[in-house]
């Protein structure tokens, strides 16, 4: 018999090959053809590394370049197109990464002489350690990422703070991480913040939780606002006190106004009961000593 043409439809990247296995029979083998994907033949290396920064202020200048197989600036290779991306570290070896946020500036940007330059990059709105940058060469598949660095909010914001306390009183009191556009670091992970007295500008050791112990005294941020409560003062009357607060980054600190401690308000009061003081603020005076 003859072998008919076309008897088995060719597929793209697909080849038949008749075989005659006896006398007037064929069988048609459908061999597939895979290109394999050759690896690159280039590596990519931060030259100059990230700096830690500030939110909001560019990271300054750093430089990615293209190696060859031998570890030489590959001038003579493909003109990359470098995309940079942020990540921040997870766990606790942080070993792992995660995407954290899309970075402001130009993030990408064209390899000359199998090299490249960031300067206007900067991270907004998050604050935080562990972060770093991935770089990506589109043409090659290939990727490096940067050694870490840490970002530092550019000043702290006092939301609440006390400015007229009575003896015994439990008060709260806030703070936010802000950047250099004067946003909230919203997007920032958990950052520790601390807080303490001061009077006349020299540290007190006056500021105690209520009920005992200092874990009052420092407090996770979530969404870029650090909240403390049950504060209080083991003082009576005094003046010239302020609020102290610190993160945990780059020590970057704020000091509320000024506040005074009135003593004990001029009224009998013991365990469990309320003083309404004045402008509609309920005191409580449970703790209050009269003897202040």
């Not at 064209?110 to 206007?120: C, G, K």
């Not at 990506?136 to 006092?158: A, K």
């Not at 007190?204 to 979530?222: D, F, K, N, P, Y």
Request: negative net charge; hydrophobic residues 40%; proline residues 3%.
């Amino acid at each position: 018999p003859k072998l008919l043409k076309n008897a088995c439809p060719r597929e793209a990247g697909m080849q038949a090959k008749g075989v005659r296995r006896g006398p007037g029979v064929f069988v048609f083998l459908i061999l597939s053809l895979r290109a394999a994907t050759a690896a690159s033949n280039y590596t990519l290396s931060v030259a100059s590394q990230p700096n830690s920064g500030t939110a909001g202020v560019t990271l300054g200048s750093f430089t990615v370049e293209l190696l060859d197989s031998e570890g030489n600036v590959a001038t003579a290779g493909p003109n990359c197109t470098i995309d940079a991306k942020l990540l921040q570290a997870s766990g606790q070896s942080g070993a792992s990464y995660a995407a954290a946020e899309v970075l402001s500036g130009t993030s990408s940007a064209v390899m000359t002489s199998a090299s490249v330059t960031f300067d206007a990059l900067s991270v907004d709105r998050n604050v935080g350690t562990g972060f770093a940058l991935n770089f990506t060469c589109r043409e090659e598949g290939i990727n490096v990422i940067s050694s870490q660095f840490w970002v530092q909010p550019h000043h702290l914001h006092v939301i609440n703070a006390p400015c007229q306390l009575n003896a015994g009183q439990v008060f709260g009191a806030g703070v936010g991480l802000m950047d250099a556009l004067n946003a909230t670091a919203d997007n920032s992970e958990s950052v520790a913040v601390a807080v303490r007295l001061l009077q006349n500008s020299h540290q007190s050791e006056m500021l105690e939780c209520h009920g005992g112990g200092t874990s009052c005294l420092v407090a996770e941020s979530v969404a870029g606002v650090a909240t403390f409560g049950n504060l209080t003062l083991s003082v009576g009357a005094g003046t010239g006190f302020a609020l102290q607060f610190t993160e945990s980054v780059g020590n970057v600190s704020v000091e509320s106004d000024g506040f005074i401690s009135q003593g004990c308000p001029s009224v009998t009061c013991g365990p469990g009961q309320y003083y309404m003081g004045t402008e509609g603020v309920l005191l409580v005076c449970a703790t209050c000593d009269p003897g202040h």
